[in-house]
């Protein structure tokens, strides 16, 4: 509900014609559906690691922000139960209906004998002493496709959890035809159905190579964003996996040390669980960690330097998995899931971490028999219990207190910007989260080595003759880089500038804008003008915002330049005021 905003938005000539619009430039690259290696493709910025800006660590400072859905069981997920031991199945048609049709090429070591025959009746009852293994059936990174996932598994009476990214649900309910993401109804639909939707970071980064701030930023503002559509937000899943085995361990303890404060009650990796033996073993239940929940890897990862992984992983790869983990004792298994198809070989699909719907629905039609007998071999059969990742910790203890207990943790916001110091640039050289507005036949843009902090900063040089106002301002978009508020707080919005010492000092201003609930951007409120300090120093210039209206969900602000003349600028922050 749009109240006008506390001060009047200030039209202004340089200001493109539909404000909402020009996030395409600067918006960060989304991995197309059909990319390859979209999820774990070792990140680019391994070697930019800037120093965290100080004093911007978790936000302890804002309680509960919205926990509108705090009220709502964690238990509530109908996951599905493994049969009772005594239960009549010697009829049920196939315990493992996929080991007869799947071709042995498919079969990598950890399978079960390639020649395994079709699996006799299942003895009955399975012995009491047989292992269950709990599995997970998780889904990464908010693709659409993964709506059809969810069917395939409700129709086999199956849950499974679904890691988000906050900004993609919001990119899609923004613009439904563009984008190959879930959308927000998407993700409430899921839960509504029993599913569990967890997050995954704004931006999907690799959270050892980002500033402390920012680290905070991804993991918090994410789920403060995701509880506050209503989503339940109670697992969470590490962008690239491998947290603990970054080469800088106490950066990997940070990250982890941010999940377990962050209101999650579990995080999964996406490793651990070793098909070679049972050392580690798979995840037990209560897990050893909760935030650092074992897996094998992702389903149909390419290797390393090959665009898919030959032969692909298909249900009976992911069986053989389960039959090594009962081999191990039983235990948890997360299976993860990122893209799927009718046909993943297709030239079109995406090489890696692609799974044929076919084969989930084999995979579902397996784990909902309930048990599995591999080789037909009556000693070694075990039970399948199906759960999504918050119902499969549900109520366990670990050290005498509960997890995952049915109270909703809050979810504090957290403010900030993305790329703060402008460290980081796209593929493409550009500089990640900076939205440049204003080009005229005399406005030249760059980006800059020379820096306040860390190795860059941006640069808007205006020609004599002036022609238009210009500005560099932080990227318009959904969360990625805008900094999200609360409704009714003001914020201070700052940055540094340094003015060419050579040129004129030019006129500037600090401009404001604001993201409403139907995901339009709107001008907002602009500062005075001033005239640049200083010429030759870095200059700060803030500017505290009115109370954000009612139905705000960001802000974004940059500096606009309003006469002939060079600025460089750096070091953004938006902090709350109050
Ligand atoms: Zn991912």
Same mark, same amino acid.
């Given at each position: 509900?749009?109240?006008?905003?506390?001060?009047?938005?200030?039209?202004?000539?340089?200001?493109?014609?539909?404000?909402?619009? $020009?996030?395409?430039?600067?918006?960060?690259? *989304?991995?197309?559906?059909?990319?390859?290696?979209?999820?774990?493709?070792?990140?680019?910025?391994?070697?930019?690691?800037?120093?965290?800006?100080?004093?911007?660590?978790?936000?302890?400072?804002?309680?509960?922000?919205?926990?509108?859905?705090? #009220?709502?069981?964690?238990?509530?997920?109908?996951?599905?139960?493994? $049969?009772?031991? =005594?239960?009549?199945?010697?009829?049920?048609?196939?315990?493992?209906?996929?080991?007869?049709?799947? $071709?042995?090429?498919?079969?990598?070591?950890?399978?079960?004998?390639?020649?395994?025959?079709?699996?006799?009746?299942?003895?009955?009852?399975?012995?009491?002493?047989?292992?269950? &293994?709990?599995?997970?059936?998780?889904?990464?990174?908010?693709?659409? =496709?993964? @709506?059809?996932?969810?069917?395939?598994?409700?129709?086999?009476? +199956?849950?499974?959890?679904?890691?988000?990214?906050?900004?993609?649900?919001?990119?899609?309910?923004?613009?439904?035809?563009?984008?190959?993401?879930?959308?927000?109804?998407?993700?409430?639909?899921?839960?509504?159905?029993?599913?569990? &939707?967890?997050?995954?970071? +704004?931006?999907?980064?690799? +959270?050892?190579?980002?500033?402390?701030?920012?680290?905070?930023?991804?993991?918090?503002?994410?789920?403060?964003?995701?509880? /506050?559509?209503?989503?339940?937000? /109670?697992?969470?899943?590490?962008?690239?996996?491998?947290? *603990?085995?970054?080469?800088?361990?106490?950066?990997?303890?940070?990250?982890?040390?941010?999940?377990?404060?962050?209101?999650?009650?579990?995080?999964?990796?996406?490793?651990?669980?070793? +098909?070679?033996?049972?050392?580690?073993?798979?995840?037990?239940?209560?897990?050893?960690?909760?935030?650092?929940?074992?897996?094998?890897?992702? &389903?149909?990862?390419?290797?390393?330097?090959?665009?898919?992984?030959?032969?692909?992983?298909?249900?009976?790869?992911?069986?053989?998995?389960? #039959?090594?983990?009962?081999?191990?004792?039983?235990?948890?298994?997360?299976?993860?899931?990122?893209?799927?198809?009718?046909?993943?070989?297709?030239?079109?699909?995406?090489?890696?971490?692609? %799974?044929?719907?076919?084969?989930?629905?084999?995979?579902?039609?397996?784990?909902?028999?309930?048990?599995?007998?591999?080789?037909?071999?009556?000693? @070694?059969?075990?039970?399948?219990? &199906?759960?999504?990742?918050?119902?499969?910790?549900?109520?366990?203890?670990?050290?005498?207190?509960?997890?995952?207990?049915?109270?909703?943790?809050?979810?504090? *916001?957290?403010?900030?910007?993305?790329?703060?110091?402008?460290?980081?640039? %796209?593929?493409?050289?550009?500089?990640?989260?900076?939205?440049?507005?204003?080009?005229?036949?005399?406005?030249?843009?760059?980006?800059?080595?020379?820096?306040?902090?860390?190795?860059?900063?941006?640069?808007?040089?205006?020609?004599?003759? %002036?022609?238009?106002?210009?500005?560099?301002?932080?990227?318009?978009?959904?969360?990625?880089?805008?900094?999200?508020?609360?409704?009714?707080?003001?914020?201070?919005?700052?940055?540094?500038?340094?003015?060419?010492?050579?040129?004129?000092?030019?006129?500037?201003?600090?401009?404001?804008?604001?993201?409403?609930?139907?995901?339009?951007?709107?001008?907002?409120?602009?500062?005075?003008?001033?005239?640049?300090?200083?010429?030759?120093?870095?200059?700060?210039?803030? %500017?505290?915002?009115?109370?954000?209206?009612?139905?705000?969900?960001?802000?974004?602000?940059?500096?606009?330049?309003?006469?002939?003349?060079?600025?460089?600028?750096?070091?953004?922050?938006?902090?709350?005021? #109050?």
């Amino acid at each position: 509900m749009g109240t006008a905003p506390a001060a009047p938005a200030s039209p202004n000539a340089s200001e493109a014609p539909n404000p909402t619009l $020009p996030i395409a430039p600067t918006s960060r690259p *989304e991995p197309p559906s059909a990319a390859p290696s979209p999820a774990e493709a070792p990140p680019s910025i391994a070697d930019k690691r800037p120093e965290p800006p100080a004093g911007d660590t978790p936000a302890a400072d804002t309680p509960a922000a919205d926990t509108s859905a705090a #009220d709502t069981p964690a238990a509530d997920t109908p996951a599905a139960e493994p $049969p009772a031991a =005594e239960s009549p199945s010697a009829d049920s048609p196939g315990a493992d209906t996929t080991a007869a049709d799947t $071709p042995a090429a498919d079969t990598p070591a950890a399978e079960p004998p390639a020649a395994e025959p079709p699996a006799a009746e299942p003895p009955d009852p399975v012995p009491s002493d047989a292992p269950t &293994v709990t599995v997970s059936l998780t889904f990464d990174d908010t693709y659409q =496709e993964q @709506r059809e996932a969810a069917a395939i598994l409700e129709a086999h009476g +199956l849950r499974g959890t679904f890691y988000v990214n906050s900004p993609r649900l919001h990119r899609s309910s923004a613009r439904p035809s563009e984008n190959a993401y879930l959308s927000i109804a998407d993700a409430l639909g899921l839960q509504e159905r029993g599913h569990d &939707v967890g997050g995954h970071t +704004l931006t999907h980064a690799s +959270l050892t190579d980002v500033p402390e701030s920012e680290r905070v930023r991804e993991i918090l503002g994410d789920r403060a964003q995701l509880t /506050r559509l209503g989503l339940q937000a /109670r697992s969470f899943a590490y962008p690239y996996g491998h947290v *603990e085995s970054d080469p800088d361990r106490s950066l990997g303890r940070r990250v982890l040390d941010i999940a377990r404060g962050s209101g999650y009650t579990s995080a999964r990796d996406t490793n651990g669980f070793s +098909l070679e033996g049972c050392d580690p073993g798979p995840e037990s239940l209560p897990p050893t960690d909760p935030f650092l929940l074992r897996s094998v890897r992702s &389903v149909n990862e390419p290797p390393e330097g090959a665009e898919r992984l030959v032969p692909p992983d298909t249900a009976a790869t992911l069986l053989g998995w389960l #039959d090594h983990a009962a081999d191990c004792g039983g235990g948890w298994l997360p299976l993860v899931f990122h893209h799927l198809r009718d046909d993943c070989s297709a030239p079109d699909g995406p090489a890696g971490y692609c %799974f044929d719907f076919a084969e989930l629905d084999r995979l579902g039609a397996s784990l909902a028999s309930g048990m599995r007998c591999p080789g037909a071999d009556a000693a @070694r059969c075990y039970r399948i219990r &199906v759960a999504s990742v918050t119902a499969a910790i549900a109520g366990s203890e670990i050290d005498g207190s509960e997890i995952g207990g049915s109270e909703l943790a809050s979810a504090p *916001e957290v403010p900030g910007v993305g790329n703060p110091s402008l460290e980081r640039t %796209f593929d493409s050289g550009e500089t990640e989260c900076i939205q440049r507005t204003g080009a005229s036949a005399t406005t030249v843009f760059s980006r800059s080595t020379l820096a306040r902090t860390g190795a860059a900063s941006e640069r808007l040089a205006i020609a004599a003759p %002036f022609q238009a106002a210009a500005e560099l301002g932080i990227s318009r978009d959904y969360g990625e880089c805008a900094s999200f508020v609360s409704a009714g707080r003001a914020y201070d919005l700052s940055l540094f500038y340094r003015a060419a010492p050579e040129a004129a000092a030019p006129r500037l201003r600090i401009a404001t804008y604001r993201l409403t609930s139907d995901y339009t951007w709107l001008p907002w409120a602009t500062g005075a003008a001033f005239s640049a300090q200083s010429p030759g120093s870095w200059v700060r210039v803030s %500017f505290t915002t009115a109370a954000v209206p009612e139905g705000t969900i960001a802000v974004s602000f940059g500096l606009r330049q309003e006469s002939a003349g060079t600025i460089n600028v750096d070091d953004f922050d938006a902090a709350a005021a #109050d």
